[in-house]
């Protein structure tokens, strides 16, 4: 996040006690704040208000995909901690399953994990700590009044001692894909359960002019995924018709694969990165060598049986800019945007300057606790919960952010207003 304009801020003073709504404020109610605030209950005795612009806490993004998850199912519950108002769901199957999970799991399972945890997390916060169905669109820190002001679409403002931004990321209108606007698909789109049958409708009228997949990592193959079954489903449904082929178009091989196993130990990134094993590292049917930060489970198979032209319906093609494929996207019925993810923000303000209004180019960056950088600085008033993807330079390390909750929890603990102790 560049933050020019802003001046720079002296790093967490202790916080006043300025009456205010709450003491922390939570933007967004979806995974990342339902397993954050879950590892953390003795964060719940503060004064903890959660924002949530859908009808619920907990799945967040999680609940539209039909899709399988790319992290094994365990690890999305992995800091959760069984205790104080959490402990009773050792005894939910819905939860209990996931977080025991050492295989990916479908994401609608996932998602039923999520609300049942996310359920819980607001009986424990109780009314005054949950505003459902509130789009919030503007934070204001002000470090002289030590608050933060809320401001919401209804046009209210509340109030709080600190605010932490998990409004979740998106897909972004990819420039390069500009000249083709018009039929431009998202891959979130794609994948959403709710597209299926729009899906299979155009699959069907491209009558057989193919589909192409811009990108070609995780969310590429999700949508590949998904694509491919909705064909076969279209095929039974309209036999004869004629179906399209759906071509990926790849920018290079990037950094999903080494260019050998002898680079691969070489290039390895001591105590980041998993050790590689060529017994799990090197396809076995393409000699592909995968990196740590390459393509897992279903996608890295999927990848697998493309890359090698063994995936019936489907092609690879190498672009290195997407300009270089024009003739494709041409002549495609329809484009999957398959290109990344962008942090999303509500309006940032910092002492009364607009620094980073919702639709900003610039990446919300935060420090290793998770306080909200300004021009290099943490911010005292202001944080950030693993809103942007994983930045390219730290894919290969994969301790990146692993000691984030438990550092952020510590911070806001000692940020916030002194719990007063009943009996004190
Ligand atoms: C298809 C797909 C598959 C993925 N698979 C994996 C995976 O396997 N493993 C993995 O680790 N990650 C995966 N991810 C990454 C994933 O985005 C994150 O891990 C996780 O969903 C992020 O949680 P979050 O809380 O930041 O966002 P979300 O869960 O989306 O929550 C953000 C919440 O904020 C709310 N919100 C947004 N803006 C506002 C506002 N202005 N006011 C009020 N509320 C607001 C939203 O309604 C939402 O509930 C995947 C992402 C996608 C899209």
Known sequence: MDLRSAQPVSPRPAMPQPAVDSDIAFIGGGFRTTTFLSSAPALLRHRVRVYERGTGVGPGGFARYGITTTSIGSRFLKHLDLSGPFAALAHSPAVMDVARAEQPVAMPRLAGALTTLGRTLQGALGAEGVRLDSTVVAVHADRAGHRVDVRLADGSTETSGHAVLATGRTERAHPELAPWRAKVLLSSTVIATAHRTEIKERLLAANGRPVVVAGSSHSAMSALRILLDLRAEVRAEHPGAPLPEVQVVRRGPARLMHDSADLARRDQVPCRERPFDPARD???????????????????????????????????????????????????????????????????YLDGVLVRPGDSPDRLLADDDGALLVSGTAHPLLSVLRVEPTPLDRRDNTAYASDLYRRLAGRLDRLAAPVTEVGA
């Open 282 to 348: 090197i396809c076995p049917s393409t000699g592909i060598v995968y990196r740590d930060s390459g393509l897992r489970h279903q996608s890295r198979a999927l990848y697998c049986a493309l890359w090698a032209g063994e995936l019936p319906g489907a092609a690879l093609v190498d672009a290195s800019v997407l300009a270089d494929a024009s003739d494709r996207f041409d002549e495609a019925a329809f484009v999957v945007q398959a290109l990344g993810y962008h942090g999303q923000a509500p309006d940032l």
